[in-house]
């Protein structure tokens, strides 16, 4: 089983800045890809950020140019910087790992965090 917890979450005004984190604790062999989604009120969760083991990232075009994803291997800990937010990026932010549990798994596992929640606002 795997637990990610994320931090980071708030309230922000427009133009403001954020930084959420989200580490991975358990058992398991290796993380494939580490990312953020979200979810606004009364719409679909959507992919914003993802990282994979190489450290090659994927963004949303609703956010390339405003937030930088990062991760720190070592400690199986994903970042998201969020700068020039606007109040459109309101929502409950989750955390997502794709992670090989066990040597020779031949496919990944799925994992959620519990989501924090982002409000801009003036």
């Known amino acids: 089983q795997v637990q990610l917890v994320e931090s980071g979450g708030g309230l922000v005004q427009p133009g403001g800045s954020l930084r959420l984190s989200c580490a991975a604790s358990g058992s398991f062999f290796s993380i494939r890809t580490m990312g953020w989604y979200r979810q606004a009120p009364g719409k679909q969760r959507e992919l914003v950020a993802t990282?994979?083991?190489?450290?090659?990232?994927n963004y949303a075009d609703s956010v390339k140019d405003r937030f930088t994803i990062s991760s720190d291997n070592a400690k199986n800990t994903v970042y998201l910087q969020m700068n020039s937010l606007k109040p459109e990026d309101t929502a409950v932010y989750y955390c997502n790992a794709e992670v090989y549990e066990i040597v020779g798994s031949p496919r990944p596992s799925n994992y959620w965090g519990q989501g924090t929640q982002v409000t801009v606002s003036s």
């Open positions: 990282i994979n083991s190489l450290r090659r990232s």
